[in-house]
């Protein structure tokens, strides 16, 4: 078995249980408000803002015989640049200032998975960052652009404030593909099994984020 189709077998069951939080369900049957998309967004963008960081980190850290993959964390970090913009531009978009965003704190669910991920680099393998990798553009080509569309027709928000999600659905799609090449060629099964172990973490740790908004609404109309 190629390890990508390894890796997929080994968290299809974390995979399923992130897609089955009932913030993701009621989202995707179109039962959405501004707020919770607005706290999605924000969330997003204390992550994503990290990406490229993550990417320097794990490029710096992986071995000499790792060239070919150093060099594909380079192309990454090109097409990763900047993307925490466009989220602040699709939050600016549906009413909110982007500077309270840009100057705010995440939530302790999107703190937790960013800190796992440095220390992914730093403690345990570099290479298993490509778990996290695997799980946001897995999961990016599968709800983005339907999410998008559901979001906008039930908010009736302006095309300007979904060019995060749309544009990641089109384009993780692209790096999905890319991504299997790559895992595909790796051969030390120690990285293999820190890449799976990773996504089965990022899976639950991702997950969180989308329970914890649910869990701040609740609260908020309980008050």
């Known amino acids: 078995?190629?390890?990508?189709?390894?890796?997929?077998?080994?968290?299809?069951?974390?995979?399923?249980?992130?897609?089955?939080?009932?913030?993701?369900?009621?989202?995707?049957?179109?039962?959405?408000?501004?707020?919770?998309?607005?706290?999605?967004?924000?969330?997003?963008?204390?992550?994503?803002?990290?990406?490229?960081?993550?990417?320097?980190?794990?490029?710096?850290?992986?071995?000499?015989?790792?060239?070919?993959?150093?060099?594909?964390?380079?192309?990454?970090?090109?097409?990763?640049?900047?993307?925490?913009?466009?989220?602040?531009?699709?939050?600016?978009?549906?009413?909110?200032?982007?500077?309270?965003?840009?100057?705010?704190?995440?939530?302790?669910?999107?703190?937790?998975?960013?800190?796992?991920?440095?220390?992914?680099?730093?403690?345990?393998?570099?290479?298993?960052?490509?778990?996290?990798v695997y799980v946001l553009e897995g999961t990016s080509i599968q709800l983005a652009t339907r999410a998008a569309d559901i979001i906008q027709q039930q908010l009736g928000l302006p095309d300007a404030a979904f060019t995060y999600l749309r544009s990641h659905g089109a384009l993780d799609l692209q790096h999905i593909e890319f991504f299997e090449s790559l895992m595909n060629r790796l051969d030390d099964t120690h990285d293999k099994h820190c890449i799976i172990h990773c996504a089965q973490v990022m899976f639950r740790l991702y997950g969180d984020i989308f329970r914890s908004i649910d869990e701040t609404s609740a609260s908020e109309e309980a008050a």
């Open 1 to 132: 078995m190629k390890f990508y189709d390894e890796l997929k077998q080994q968290t299809e069951q974390d995979r399923l249980s992130l897609l089955s939080i009932p913030l993701i369900e009621r989202t995707m049957a179109g039962d959405v408000s501004r707020e919770t998309y607005l706290a999605f967004l924000t969330e997003a963008y204390h992550h994503v803002k990290h990406t490229v960081p993550l990417l320097m980190a794990c490029g710096s850290l992986l071995p000499e015989h790792y060239e070919w993959l150093r060099t594909a964390v380079g192309e990454y970090i090109r097409e990763e640049t900047g993307h925490q913009e466009w989220i602040l531009d699709d939050i600016a978009a549906c009413g909110m200032d982007r500077e309270s965003i840009r100057n705010g704190r995440p939530g302790l669910a999107t703190e937790l998975m960013v800190a796992y991920a440095y220390d992914t680099i730093h403690r345990i393998n570099p290479a298993g960052f490509f778990g996290m």
